[in-house]
């Protein structure tokens, strides 16, 4: 079974500064995805930023890049500049065999 | 864009009672899936659909079946509802693929009395 841990169950950021997710996960498969979905308050998930694990370079998605690192199984995400509309819960996720497992969650406020 | 929707934004029903929850996606995705999502567990996952009357049981499917008779549409049942089925379901649809994102509907807030 794959699990998915995040550490941070909140984080507070000012308006136009760096905020750094953190998640790390646990797998025997060599071969797989992990996402970052955000989930704003009252409104769907989406996807935010994916990254394969055979490709070594970090995903990178305008403010929005993650930190991989497959031998350590982490993989945080980095919100850059960020935006008042980034508030919402960060939610940590692996593929594998087309089912996602997702971490608990890391809710962010960005204060103005 | 790729829609999914749920039927009912807010449900309260009784213990005991058989309960439905629809979701309807509109991009022909082959994949179905019905999480359930609560504080500090995140999502789990409950059955996933990757075709027409397929399901495969997910992390979670005591106390859960699913019904796919149509492409476009995944029904998630609860036999007899009891109060720790209280929860958001989530549901959600993606092309047959790894790397694809899953594409997710607004939630059901299901509360059981």
């Known amino acids: 079974a794959q699990t998915v841990t995040q550490s941070q169950p909140e984080m507070s950021v000012q308006e136009a500064e760096t905020v750094t997710l953190s998640c790390t996960y646990d797998?025997?498969?060599?071969?797989?995805?992990l996402f970052w979905y955000k989930q704003p308050p009252s409104r769907q998930m989406i996807l935010v930023i994916r990254?394969?694990?055979?490709?070594?370079q970090n995903a990178t998605e305008n403010r929005f890049s993650v930190n991989f690192q497959k031998a350590a199984k982490s993989f945080s995400l980095k919100i850059s500049d960020s935006q008042l509309g980034d508030t919402a819960m960060y939610f940590c996720a692996f593929s594998v065999d087309y089912k996602l497992s997702f971490g608990a969650g890391t809710t962010v406020t960005v204060r103005a | 864009d790729v829609k999914v929707t749920q039927s009912s934004r807010y449900l309260v029903k009784r213990t005991g009672e058989k309960v439905f929850l629809e979701c309807v996606q509109d991009m022909d995705h082959e994949n179905m899936f019905w999480y359930r999502q609560d504080p500090g567990l995140g999502l789990r996952l409950i059955y996933f659909?990757?075709?027409?009357?397929?399901?495969e049981k997910g992390d979670i499917p005591e106390g859960y079946s699913v019904s796919r008779e149509k492409k476009e549409r995944f029904s998630l049942i609860l036999e007899s509802a009891s109060t720790n089925q209280t929860s958001m379901y989530l549901c959600?649809?993606?092309?047959?693929?790894?790397?694809?994102?899953?594409?997710f509907g607004p939630g059901t807030r299901l509360t059981v009395t």
């Open positions: 959600a649809s993606s092309l047959p693929t790894e790397r694809d994102e899953q594409y």
């Open positions: 990254q394969e694990a055979y490709k070594q």
């Open positions: 659909s990757y075709d027409v009357k397929m399901k």
């Open positions: 797998t025997s498969e060599s071969n797989y995805y």
